[in-house]
Every structure is written in structure tokens, then in C-alpha cells.
């Protein structure tokens, strides 16, 4: 049983089994020696506040940053050198497959989702989401499934099909360990809540939004997160389908992708792309959204062409679902079906070319701060370029019978997902961080790590693109010497390591922050033009003491304009009590019995799945006759808050 359910023998995963037990000793010592329980319990894993949750979002995406991290580290520590003995083949195999799976869904997905709950509701003039609870239920079902995958690098084993898990290596007799169950299980738990987050998203900005605030008065953040959680909507239920066919046949042999059985596997490849191109856009949508804000509020200009911004990015949203053939031209579909996709591929890359004339418009004679928000923003722009023309390179077809699989595709995806995800998800957080926590992030550190980052993420890529043309493949853990691409590989491992560096500069920015910041006394840390830079930093538990009245596009801006010009402000509405909902710690339970009830199933124990499944049906008939669940702040208790603010603030 140890045997199996540990796993023991290998070096690294010991060394990380007993990381994980001293790291989670210490942190219970650290919160009992504090008496922290009931402050970390209510004040956050029983939370239904956006903001709150919005920073957990981020700061488990950190945490699984560092662990994808390593992981590529490992990797290419593996690539440096011809017939390296540091990874077998088989953890090699695993290295890879949840280095992609928890960078893209447990790492940009809940960065993404943490920007949104800063965000969005700000920048609506919202005291808070459409549905506090779900949003709160969300979170936890993400970091259940996060951590249920996570598990498998020391319990049972982990998934070693690829980040995408093609049958037939990912069936039963391609995969016979519980690996795969993991990963489908950790996949399709957060997937719910990612369903749900996007759901609420839609609803919060279609509902919530303040009076006077219409569709095309709305920043263009709260823009790009439509178009990306309209997409959710849609492509979401086709992942949770397809991870539902691969479980049963995997667990009661339903042939859905096995070959012999009469099923086949080239319909789940169709089916995980028809989610997994879209999820691409998902993920880098926002990051557009950022970076427009970013730049009219750092070159201090109205954005540039706002319309046709808005027009690219739902027209993204929608070519996005038009795609997925093009990762698999090389499987024989026709010249006609290969053509259809080519074209579609290429039409994406027009919109995409609109917003980076649209911000460099912008930026054209605009009084540009070079504060660290934009610093990563004028850093995505070149990067974005490249990886835009090299994505147009794949989308020809005959071209693509070349690129195929090779390390010229891994330079393309990490080109675009590095230099747009989490370049763009890094000058989120730095941009809205004062708006989390009330002061900068330290500017110097801040710097050291930009740079690290940026010239480290060259010198590993781009001679990928050249080891692609090479010749030099994907998944493969060895080659021979007389290949030539030992010097290539050196490089590349290299720089790797550089970006590993700007990722601990920026640790150390923000322990060092933590402990010399500067409060940010204004609310207004970068003289912003949109709605939630109009109210206190960290923002009130209730967000805006009077709902805002908007009359134009950048308000806030506009705002501050109106009262330089002297013009007369309106008389204050008076305060009146403000409805909040109250916390829960049904969201939490519920994920503690998903966890019960997808461990039970990874491990094929019913005893264990089925009490797990009963606990959810419970916890939904809880919250169902759950009638006591909001609450009002009085006025007296709005207008202490508020006045603390201005106090603050002088």
C-alpha cells in the first residue's frame, strides 16, 4: 500500500515530499503560535468579498507560478546537455504534463480570475459581483482541483499524456497508473468553478453596472473580461464534456476513444481543441484589456480608437471558436477542411493588429510614465509581434507540415503566452496592487526583475525557434551530440534560468514592500481615469459609499477635469444603508467533499466517492434553505469609514 499510494524511490519527489510536510507543518505552527484560526477563517475562507477573493486568486497563481517554474527549470536542465541522466524518460513525461497544465489552467486561469475580482465591480461601480456566493464557491472548486493535481507529483503518481492527454495514451492501456484520473478529475473540479466565474462575470457586468454607465462607456478591461467570460461560457462545457468520455472509459470501458471498441480518438483531439484554441484567447483577452488601460492611463490620453478595440476583441471572442483545426493540419483532413482553417487562423490575426496600432497611437505623443505597469506593457508589445507573425507561419498550412510538433511551435506558444499572459497579468498586478493593498510595490527591486524577466525570456526562446527549424522536436528528454543543437540548448537552459531569477527579484519585492512601504494615501496611485481609482485604497468593504453617476467614458478622468475647470460638482446624494452579503463557509465545505469525491474516483474507492458525492448534495440543500445570508451597513457606520478615508488621505 506505501508503495502505491506514496511515491518513493526517486530523489527529487522525496526531497519534495518532505518540503511539502516542513512547509505545511510550519505554516500550522506559524497561524496556532499567532492564534490566526479565527481570522483566517473569517475573514477569508469563509469571505464572499471580491476583493478578498480576488487576492487569493492571485496569490495561489503565484504559488503554482513558481511550481510550473520549476518544472520548465527541470526541463531544461534535462535539454542542456546530449544523453543527460538528471530525468528518466517517464518523469521527464510527467515533468512536461503538468508543467502545461498547471501553467495554463491553475496559474493564468486564476491570475486572470484575481484580476477580474480586483477589478471589475471597481471599475462598474459595483459594491461587489452578481453572485458573492458562487464567486466564493468558485475560488475554493478551482483551488480544490488545483490541489487535487497537485497531489499526484507525491501521491499515486503523476499524469504523463501531455498537457492535453491525447487517446490513445491517456486510456487505460496507455495509461494503466491513476496519473490520468488526477488529471482529469483536478481538471474537471476546477473547470466547474471556472464555468461558474465566468457565468458570474457576464451577469455582474451586463446587471451591475452603475447608472449611466453603457455598454460603450465601459473601460476597456471590463471589455476584454466580457469577451473572455462569454467565451468561457462556451467553451468550458466542452472540456467538462470531453473529461466526462475520457473518465468512462477509462472507468467502465465506454470506448468513446479507443479504437477497438469501435470509438475514436481523433473525435476527443477535435473536442479538446474546440476548447483548448479558445482558451487561448481566454486567457490573453484580458491581458488586451490591461495593457489599453494601462497605456491611456500612463501616456494620459483617451484610448485610441476605443470602438474598434471593442470590435476586436469580440471578434476574437468569436473567431477563437473557429480555429482548433490548425493545431492538427499534419492528420490528413483534406486540402479543403486544411484551407477553411488556414483562413479563419489567418482573418484572427486582423483584429489582433488593430489594438497594437490602437495603442501605439495612443502612446503617440502622450506624456508617458514609465512606471512599472507600463514597463511590462511596452515589453509585450515587440514580444506580442513576434509571436503574431510566427502564429501566422503556423496557419499555412503547407508550411505547417514543417513546424510541426517542433521546438519552432514550443518558441511560438511560449512567445505569445509569456509575452502576452503573463506579461500582461504582471502589469495587472503591479498596476492594481496599490487598489489591493494601498501602497507601490517597490520600484527598484521592481526593475531588477523586469529585466531579468525580458532578457532571460530571449535568450531562452528565440533559439528555440532556430533548434525548430533544425529540426529538433518536442517531448523527447534526449539527443545525440552530432546533431548540432548542443550550443542552442546551452543557451536556451540559460536563459530559463535568468527568467528563474527575475521571478525570485520579484519575491523579494514583495517581502521587501511588505516590510518599507510607503501607504498610498490618495486612492489614486497612477492619476487614473477610471472608476476605481475614484475611491479609497485598499478599497471600503462596501466599494462606493454613493453609487457613481457616470456621463462619459473615463469618468474619473473626466471627473477630475470638471474640477480643475471649476465647474460646480453636484451636491453629495445623502448615504443610506448599504446591502452586503454575509459570508459563508458552505463554499469551503462543498470543495472539502469535491476533494473527497474526485480523490474517491481517482482511486477507483466508492466508499470514499460516494459519502464525498452525498456531502456536495448536502451542502446544496444547505445553502438552499439558507435564509439568513445579507445583512446592512448602517449609515453611521459608511460615514465613520468614510471619514477615516479623507483622514487618511490628508
Request: glycine share 10%; hydrophobic share 55%.
Amino acid at each position: 500500500m506505501f508503495g502505491t499510494f506514496f511515491i518513493t524511490g526517486d530523489p527529487l519527489i522525496l526531497g519534495a515530499q518532505v518540503s511539502i510536510g516542513l512547509v505545511s507543518l510550519a505554516a500550522i505552527f506559524i497561524v496556532t503560535y499567532f492564534k490566526k484560526w479565527k481570522w483566517l477563517w473569517t475573514e477569508w475562507i469563509t469571505t464572499v468579498d471580491h476583493k478578498k477573493i480576488g487576492i487569493m486568486y492571485i496569490l495561489a497563481a503565484i504559488l503554482m507560478l513558481f511550481r510550473g517554474g520549476v518544472d520548465a527549470l527541470l526541463i531544461r536542465t534535462q535539454l542542456a546537455l546530449p544523453h543527460l541522466e538528471f530525468l528518466h524518460a517517464g518523469h521527464y513525461n510527467a515533468i512536461f504534463t503538468t508543467h502545461g497544465v498547471i501553467m495554463i489552467l491553475f496559474m493564468a486561469m486564476p491570475f486572470m480570475f484575481g484580476l477580474f475580482n480586483i477589478a471589475v465591480p471597481l471599475q462598474i461601480g459595483a459594491r461587489d459581483v452578481a453572485y458573492p456566493y458562487l464567486n466564493s464557491l468558485s475560488f475554493w472548486l478551482f483551488f480544490i482541483g488545483a490541489m487535487l493535481f497537485n497531489i499526484s507529483f507525491v501521491i499515486g503518481g503523476s499524469p504523463d499524456a501531455g498537457w492535453l492527454a491525447y487517446p490513445p495514451l491517456s486510456e487505460l492501456s496507455g495509461s494503466p497508473g491513476i496519473g490520468q484520473n488526477f488529471y482529469i478529475w483536478g481538471i474537471q473540479i476546477s473547470g466547474i468553478g471556472s464555468l461558474a466565474s465566468g457565468i458570474n462575470f457576464v451577469a455582474t457586468i451586463l446587471k451591475m453596472r452603475a447608472p449611466g454607465m453603457k455598454l460603450m462607456r465601459m473601460p476597456m478591461f471590463t471589455w476584454s473580461v466580457l469577451a473572455s467570460s462569454l467565451t468561457i461560457m462556451f467553451a468550458f462545457p466542452i472540456l467538462t464534456v470531453t473529461m466526462a468520455m475520457l473518465f468512462l472509459d477509462r472507468f467502465l470501458g465506454a470506448h468513446f476513444f479507443t479504437l477497438d471498441g469501435g470509438g475514436n480518438p481523433m473525435m476527443y483531439v477535435n473536442l479538446i481543441w474546440m476548447w483548448g484554441h479558445p482558451e487561448v484567447y481566454i486567457v490573453i483577452l484580458p491581458a488586451f484589456g490591461i495593457f489599453s488601460d494601462i497605456v491611456s492611463t500612463f501616456a494620459k490620453k483617451k484610448l485610441f480608437g476605443y470602438k474598434s478595440m471593442v470590435f476586436a476583441l469580440m471578434s476574437i471572442s468569436i473567431l477563437s471558436f473557429f480555429t482548433w483545426l490548425h493545431h492538427f493540419f499534419t492528420m490528413g483532413s483534406g486540402a479543403d477542411v486544411n484551407a477553411f482553417f488556414a483562413i479563419t487562423t489567418m482573418v484572427i490575426a486582423i483584429p489582433t493588429g488593430v489594438k497594437v496600432f490602437n495603442w501605439l497611437f495612443t502612446l503617440y505623443k502622450g506624456r508617458i510614465n514609465f512606471s512599472q505597469p507600463m514597463l511590462w506593457t511596452i515589453a509585450f508589445i515587440p514580444c506580442f509581434v513576434i509571436g503574431g507573425m510566427t502564429g501566422v507561419m503556423l496557419a499555412v498550412a503547407p508550411a505547417d507540415f514543417q513546424f510541426h510538433n517542433s521546438y519552432f511551435l514550443i518558441a511560438h506558444f511560449h512567445q505569445v503566452l509569456i509575452g502576452g499572459v503573463v506579461f500582461g497579468y504582471f502589469a495587472g498586478m503591479y498596476y492594481w496592487w496599490p487598489k489591493m493593498f494601498g501602497f507601490k510595490l517597490d520600484e527598484k527591486i521592481g526593475k531588477w526583475a523586469f529585466w531579468f524577466w525580458n532578457i532571460g525570456f530571449y535568450v531562452c526562446f528565440m533559439p528555440q525557434y532556430a533548434l525548430g527549424l533544425m529540426g529538433m522536436t518536442r517531448r523527447f528528454n534526449n539527443y545525440d551530440t552530432d546533431l548540432g543543437w548542443l550550443p542552442l540548448n546551452i543557451v536556451s537552459t540559460v536563459g530559463a534560468f535568468i527568467m528563474g531569477l527575475g521571478f525570485l527579484f520579484q519575491i523579494w519585492q514583495i517581502v521587501y514592500s511588505l516590510r518599507n512601504h510607503k501607504k498610498e494615501k490618495t486612492g489614486d496611485a497612477w492619476d487614473g481615469r477610471s472608476l476605481e481609482w475614484s475611491i479609497p485604497s485598499p478599497a471600503p468593504m462596501y466599494n462606493f459609499a454613493r453609487l457613481p453617476q457616470v456621463s462619459s467614458q473615463d469618468e474619473w478622468w473626466e471627473e477630475k477635469e470638471r474640477r480643475a475647470a471649476g465647474v460646480p460638482v453636484e451636491p453629495a446624494q445623502p448615504l443610506e444603508p448599504i446591502h452586503m452579503p454575509k459570508n459563508s463557509g458552505i463554499p469551503f465545505i462543498a470543495s472539502i467533499f469535491w476533494f473527497i469525491f474526485g480523490f474517491g474516483l481517482v482511486w477507483d474507492w466508492l466508499w470514499m466517492a460516494i459519502p464525498g458525492f452525498i456531502g456536495i448534495v448536502v451542502t446544496l440543500f444547505a445553502r438552499s434553505f439558507s435564509f439568513d445570508t445579507d445583512y446592512y451597513i448602517p449609515v453611521d457606520e459608511v460615514r465613520r469609514s468614510e471619514e477615516a478615508a479623507l483622514k487618511g488621505a490628508k
